[in-house]
């Protein structure tokens, strides 16, 4: 059984910074592709960034040059350093791991940005 656990997620005033993590527990042969996604109140799950094979990394246009994706542990763990963070920026965040035929999930994390 894999599972998906974020942390980091708070309350943080506009043009504050946080950093959220995520690792994957459970038995998995190898991790290609993890991202960050959000869903803020009222709207749709949308993608944040995305980490392929630890080096190539992919940003929404709405987080370009104040997020960054890295990771670690074997790439099983992913990090997302938010900068310079907005009000739009308050969201659940949660990650995923994409496996053939199936993408796992974690249950999210919190972030508010307001003063």
């Known amino acids: 059984q894999v599972q998906l656990v974020e942390s980091g997620g708070g309350l943080v005033q506009p043009g504050g910074s946080l950093t959220l993590s995520c690792s994957v527990f459970?038995?998995?042969?190898?991790?290609?592709?993890m991202g960050w996604y959000r869903r803020p109140p009222g709207k749709e799950r949308e993608l944040v960034a995305t980490?392929?094979?630890?080096?190539?990394?992919t940003y929404a246009d709405s987080v370009k040059g104040r997020f960054t994706i890295s990771s670690a542990n074997a790439k099983k763990t992913i990090y997302l350093q938010m900068n310079s963070l907005k009000p739009e920026d308050t969201a659940v965040y949660y990650c995923?791991?994409?496996?053939?035929?199936?993408?796992?999930w974690g249950n999210g994390t919190l972030v508010t940005v307001s003063s």
């Open positions: 980490i392929h094979h630890g080096i190539r990394k």
């Open positions: 995923k791991l994409q496996r053939p035929g199936v993408d796992y």
């Open positions: 459970g038995s998995i042969s190898s991790v290609n592709t």
